[in-house]
């Protein structure tokens, strides 16, 4: 029963063609009902690059939706140097097929209404980047994924503000009225590219030399504890604000992470929220002391890394499993996870012409990986099993399917939304790889 | 003038031996008129080796032995028309081919023959009988005749030139013992013999197989590595009829024979693959003319062979062996020159079994060095300073011998035919560790190097069996495919290479003598910063090469010197000779106490950062002390010799293991690999780097090599800086030029190697020096001096000049011939761009790459 709740949402992806990812594995586990985290993972098809995202959403599973089911398409455009993207465009145009992307494991189906809308938006940004000129010449990884954040973030408002006979389409302001933090991967060869809002993490295992495992974080959350944050919004606003602007460790005193996708109540003026929202959401919608918008920005921090051959794999997960163990432990239990993974395939020997002695000494190998095997073979099922039920003697059962079986109004108290994505890299592809 | 009995007080050149060559010496100084020559024989003029040899005259060789044996000619030719009976008979050679890697090999001398001159041809089996009828040619693959080969009396020639010598001045001396050498200073002085001290200002030592027990009669002692061993031919009996004595002689390589019409016979003599050193290996007898014994069993192998290919041979009665010792040297090639220890010490010897072909034109052209004080021909591969100590080993040169006989007949397959014998005598620390990892080593002054790395070498235990190089082969090596992984790792990851074998000199004083020192025997500025490394040449006065180096500042007054492998000795002497007299400035040989590793490639920063934990991001040219592992005080240097970004590191030997265990314990994340010289060589050549005794010489200039930006013609005198500055006004007349073979398929076709001459629009223009495969190119590459048409190398300077728009002409079309057929070769002033790889991994920025579109 409790492997069965743990395993619902299990994926494993392998990929057979020579790059730095060799696989990864997905799950997820909800508190909230619905869901509020969303995840998305896909093959970009017009340049080279895997894109894995992580999205946690609030006030409702509207915005994490779209988001999971939009932004790649933005972030892949944006990586489009200008001759491909005329062609794409002229595809668009001529209704010919051309995909940006193989999506996996994709199992959300938007309603056609917002489906059609979607694409419109999408199409017109696309015209939009054809017509700069040259933009391929000082192409910045930095830009192109702010670029493509910050679009989308604005088409969420457009198509919410958007009024048809002078009517609000509740779906698109449903959207933009609950909001999501984000992180996205992009992986190139040995080029990773992290971008972030909110309180996502993702934390790089690496292996070191005397064969101990380190944690390498690759995101800083944004949220009250990240000092530069606080200092970047007070720069924002006028002084006599600092009081309010961040209150009982909340922006406004109401929302945890201080960058988020949607959440339009914290960046449209007054007058389009009286206009617009009041009537449908009520005046609590409006909060306190809003006298500078914006005050949320959906602009993420991006980050480069190359990695290197000692990074063995990448967890990005939502605070819901954050909350829970730090990325040390994680980095830990998805190393133990990838030795006990490694003697779980069927026994076969390397080569031929072997002596007793080495395939003895492969055995006992073999013996010591089989006394940790873990009980999941994907590992984001094993980082859950054992965050939510790890002690210092192993698994406790108990803890585990308490946690799991909390009814509804209770169990947000204990857990949150966990979803975590876990990529393996091909050490030996990034030993030889070209620089 | 005349035999005296009574020796010189004085002189102005002694000379030592009366043989041919000896004859010869004192011949062509006569001739130049330098006649106060005194020449000491130990018995008998011609009493020593002289008498014996077939007095073959083969011009089939490599260009510069080819150059001096047809002046011999001419010279014998001269003789005989003088009304000397010696014999001279230009009756022309036939060179057989029984594979088709001995034809290859044949038709790709041939090319530079035809290219120069020389008159041969390929002929078939039914011609071959036409010249020579007693031929078996069913199985031969085909023949090369060269017309202008003769065939001459040895006796009669070395007691011609005598006469002529004494005619001209020279004494004679007989029954003189050459007791010791005199010097002072390290220079000649005189000379101490059993009838007395004569005082002289040159000494030559022509002594033949003598001649390495003469050099070590001296103070300092002379090295001399040459060892007779014993050579043999068979000569029959007049044949009735008489043979035709026009009957051109026989090269048969594959059976390592040759034969030749003799007295109305046949002379037939060998090459065989294994030698024996003559007396036992141990010295020369008093009474070495009995101790010759008729070896008929070690001989019959090689007469059975010749029956074969002249069956009329199987009829002869009694015919007579004769065991004919000569001196061979440790490369089979001549040793002449001056030596590095005595200053006006010459030495011609080492004739590898035939001493007549050569005598007249090294007669001639040491003549001319001892009174120009210079070569005045291309005399490098000859050169008594390509040796060291350890060449001049009896060991050694005993084991040597073994094969350098056989060689002389060998199919020479380029990089891939490496010597048996008297191996592993001077190699790097990392030796034994690159061997374990696959190494397949070859030797450069007698330094073991690894020419490439078997990857799929699995030996781990002592006593397994070692990597063997595959058989040669003219085309594509059967080990390419390990090249091209180690060119990857150079490009992509970390390329690993041992470069121990470069020769190190510290240069110091205690003031700043050393830099005035410097500055006038470099042509470069050399007054750089502390921690700076500069490339600069050593010129002649005619702006030649003596030496192409990388000089290290290490602090004001002290330098560090890296020159090539094969410099050791010479540049050492150079240097020397040209120190101030005052002692001020001190050179030290450190070459063996460093070990140096090259670390090449894109990656090579990131490893050496975390290797050395800290920074080694280097301004190019310049280095720094780190430590690296556990090892303290490495110098990392930052330049490569491959023309890649990277590192040199100098590693004090006793940290090499270490070092170089770190290097590939931690390289493994880098993409490290054991690179071979072989592949750097190549690389080398892509990126048109010139190299010492291929493309620099003492007779090419940095102008003509495309160097001229590292002449600095503004600082004060340097040696060679008229000459430079003349050409420099009035242009190169010859141009090192780097040539793209685009027709040529690497997998099918015979692949360029060095020495194919070069055509431009038909005319022969220059010759490759040095060629090879351009990875990046993906093409065969090769460079080579070009120079107008007719102009051959060497010398004068009434010479059209050469500039880039005569080279880069719209209707210059340039060909190159290999072994026979001719490929378009397109030439290139500067190397073809190769995109750098940016060592630095963090300021490399991320471009999304397009996937190959699939529309539909």
Redesign the interface.
């Given at each position: 029963m409790v492997t069965n709740i743990l395993r619902a949402n299990e994926h494993t992806q392998e990929f057979t063609t020579t790059g730095s990812v060799k696989s990864y594995d997905s799950n997820q586990l909800s508190s909230n009902n619905p869901i509020e985290d969303t995840r998305t993972e896909a093959q970009?098809?017009?340049?080279?690059?895997l894109l894995l995202g992580v999205f946690d959403g609030h006030g409702g599973a509207s915005c994490a939706q779209v988001i999971a089911k939009r932004l790649f398409h933005y972030i892949t455009a944006c990586?489009?140097?200008p001759d491909?993207l005329h062609?794409y465009l002229n595809?668009l145009e001529n209704n010919?097929?051309?995909e940006l992307l193989d999506v996996y494991n994709d199992k959300v189906e938007l309603v056609d209404e917002l489906k059609i809308l979607y694409e419109a938006s999408f199409k017109t940004f696309v015209k939009e980047l054809s017509q700069i000129k040259d933009n391929q010449r000082d192409?910045?990884?930095k830009e192109a994924m702010e670029k493509a954040f910050l679009r989308l973030d604005y088409d969420l408002s457009k198509e919410a503000l958007y009024k048809n006979d002078g009517k609000v389409n509740m779906k698109t302001l449903s959207v933009a009225m609950s909001g999501a933090v984000a992180c996205v991967a992009h992986i190139?060869g040995p080029?990773l590219?992290i971008a972030s809002i909110g309180d996502c993490q993702s934390v790089l295992g690496v292996l070191t030399?005397d064969n101990t495992w380190t944690a390498k974080k690759l995101t800083t959350e944004h949220n009250t504890d990240n000092q530069e944050e606080i200092e970047r919004i007070f720069k924002e606003h006028p002084n006599n604000e600092r009081d309010t602007v961040i209150k009982m460790e909340r922006l406004l005193g109401q929302l945890a992470p201080l960058r988020a996708f949607g959440d339009f109540r914290y960046k449209w003026n007054k007058s389009t929220l009286s206009s617009t929202v009041l009537p449908h959401y009520g005046e609590s919608v409006i909060p306190p002391n809003y006298y500078t918008p914006p005050y949320l920005t959906a602009r993420p921090e991006v980050k480069?890394h190359?990695l290197?051959?000692?990074d063995k794999f990448l967890v990005i997960a939502s605070d819901g499993l954050w909350d829970l163990v730090s990325p040390l432990q994680v980095v830990r239990l998805v190393g133990e996870h990838m030795s006990g993974k490694v003697t779980l395939s069927p026994f076969r020997l390397p080569r031929k012409d072997m002596r007793i002695s080495d395939i003895n000494n492969m055995l006992l190998q073999r013996k010591e990986g089989l006394k940790m095997k873990p009980i999941d073979r994907n590992a984001a099922t094993h980082l859950m099993r054992n965050a939510l039920g790890g002690t210092e003697y192993g698994i406790d059962h108990v803890k585990l399917s308490q946690l799991l079986s909390m009814p509804q109004e209770l169990v947000r108290v204990f857990r949150d939304d966990i979803t975590i994505t876990v990529t393996y890299f091909d050490?030996e592809y990034?030993?030889?790889?070209?620089? | 003038m005349g035999n005296e009995t009574v020796l010189p007080k004085q002189t102005q050149v002694v000379i030592c031996g009366a043989g041919t060559v000896a004859n010869s010496v004192a011949y062509h100084l006569v001739q130049n008129g330098w006649n106060d020559i005194v020449v000491l024989e130990q018995k008998k003029i011609g009493s020593g080796t002289s008498h014996f040899g077939s007095g073959t005259l083969g011009l089939f060789k490599p260009i510069a032995d080819r150059n001096l044996i047809m002046y011999s000619i001419k010279l014998y030719r001269r003789l005989q028309e003088l009304g000397y009976d010696i014999g001279f008979k230009q009756c022309g050679s036939v060179n057989l081919a029984q594979t088709k890697d001995r034809l290859i090999a044949l038709k790709r001398q041939m090319a530079y023959h035809q290219a120069t001159g020389l008159h041969c041809e390929v002929v078939g089996n039914k011609e071959l009988k036409n010249f020579h009828p007693y031929l078996k040619t069913e199985d031969l693959e085909g023949a090369i005749w060269v017309p202008e080969d003769a065939v001459a009396k040895p006796q009669a020639i070395c007691k011609a030139l005598a006469k002529l010598a004494k005619e001209g001045g020279a004494c004679y001396v007989e029954n003189c013992q050459v007791l010791q050498v005199l010097t002072e200073n390290s220079r000649v002085k005189g000379v101490e013999t059993n009838m007395g001290t004569v005082f002289c200002e040159y000494f030559v030592n022509c002594a033949g197989m003598w001649a390495r027990d003469l050099g070590l009669k001296c103070s300092p002692r002379v090295r001399v590595p040459a060892i007779p061993a014993e050579h043999f031919y068979v000569t029959t009996s007049c044949f009735e009829p008489k043979l035709d004595s026009m009957l051109p002689c026989v090269r048969d390589y594959d059976s390592h024979t040759y034969v030749r019409e003799w007295e109305g016979g046949f002379m037939v003599g060998g090459f065989e693959l294994e030698a024996k050193p003559a007396f036992g290996g141990s010295g020369i007898p008093e009474d070495w003319k009995n101790k010759l014994p008729q070896d008929w069993n070690h001989f019959m192998p090689l007469w059975e062979k010749a029956i074969h290919r002249l069956p009329i041979l199987k009829d002869v009665h009694n015919p007579v062996l004769t065991n004919s010792p000569d001196n061979f040297t440790p490369d089979g090639r001549w040793i002449l020159g001056e030596t590095p220890e005595v200053t006006n010490y010459f030495v011609s010897v080492g004739m590898n079994g035939n001493s007549l072909q050569g005598a007249g034109g090294i007669g001639k052209a040491m003549a001319e060095w001892i009174i120009e004080g210079v070569p005045t021909t291309e005399l490098i591969p000859f050169s008594i300073q390509r040796f060291l100590d350890l060449h001049n080993n009896r060991q050694y040169l005993l084991q040597r011998t073994r094969e350098v006989v056989g060689r002389h007949y060998s199919i020479m397959y380029p990089h891939q035919c490496e010597y048996k014998y008297a191996r592993k005598l001077r190699c790097s620390p990392l030796y034994s560790v690159l061997e374990k990892r696959g190494a397949v080593f070859g030797t450069r002054m007698a330094y073991e190097r690894a020419v490439y790395f078997d990857s799929t070498y699995k030996g781990k235990f002592y006593g397994d069996p070692l990597p063997r190089m595959p058989p040669g082969s003219f085309y594509k090596p059967k080990f390419f495919d390990f090249m091209r992984e180690e060119y990857l790792a150079c490009r992509e990851g970390v390329g690993i290479i041992d470069m121990s074998s470069f020769s190190k000199i510290e240069i110091k004083s205690s003031g700043s003598q050393v830099v005035d020192y410097l500055q006038r025997v470099c042509s470069n500025d050399v007054n750089i910063p502390v921690g700076g490394i500069v490339h600069t040449g050593m010129q002649n006065e005619l702006g030649g090469y003596e030496n192409d180096c990388m000089i290290v500042r290490q602090n004001d007054n002290s330098f560090f010197m890296v020159s090539p492998t094969n410099q050791q000795t010479r540049t050492f002497e150079w240097m020397q000779r040209n120190l101030p007299p005052d002692h001020s400035v001190a050179l030290t040989d450190m070459t063996s106490m460093y070990t140096v590793i090259n670390v090449v490639g894109p990656k090579s920063r990131d490893l050496m950062s975390e290797l050395s934990n800290s920074d080694v991001n280097l301004l190019p040219f310049t280095y720094k002390k780190v430590n690296v592992g556990y090892a303290s005080d490495v110098m990392v240097m930052s330049f490569t010799h491959t023309g890649e970004p990277g590192y040199c590191l100098y590693v004090p030997s006793e940290y090499a293991l270490h070092v170089y265990d770190r290097l590939m314990t931690v390289g493994r994340d880098y993409g490290a690999r054991d690179v071979g010289c072989l592949t750097q060589r190549f690389m080398r050549i892509e990126k048109f780097i010139a190299f010492w005794a291929e493309e620099l010489t003492s007779l090419t200039t940095p102008f003509e090599a495309g160097a001229g930006h590292r002449v600095k013609l503004d600082k004060e005198y340097f040696i060679g800086k008229f000459a430079l500055q003349r050409q420099k006004e009035q242009g190169v007349t010859q141009r090192l030029v780097f040539f793209v073979l685009e027709d040529i398929d690497p997998d099918i076709h015979i692949w360029p190697w060095g020495g194919e001459p070069l055509y431009r629009n038909g005319e022969f223009v220059g010759t490759v020096t040095s060629a090879g495969y351009g990875f990046t190119l993906d093409k065969l590459i090769c460079v080579g001096y070009i120079r107008h048409p007719g102009m051959t190398m060497g010398g004068s300077n009434d010479r059209p000049v050469v500039t880039n728009e005569f080279i880069m002409a719209r209707n210059a079309r340039y060909e190159i011939d290999i072994a026979g057929q001719r490929f378009l070769a397109k030439p290139h002033i500067h190397a073809p761009h190769i995109p750098h790889v940016n060592m630095d991994s963090t300021s490399r920025r991320y471009r999304p790459t397009v996937v190959s579109l699939k529309t539909v």
């Open positions: 970009c098809l017009l340049t080279k690059g990586l489009l140097p491909i062609k595809a010919e097929t051309m192409f910045q990884m190139d080029h590219h030399d480069h190359r290197t051959p000692r050490s990034l030993r030889h790889c070209p620089p | -």
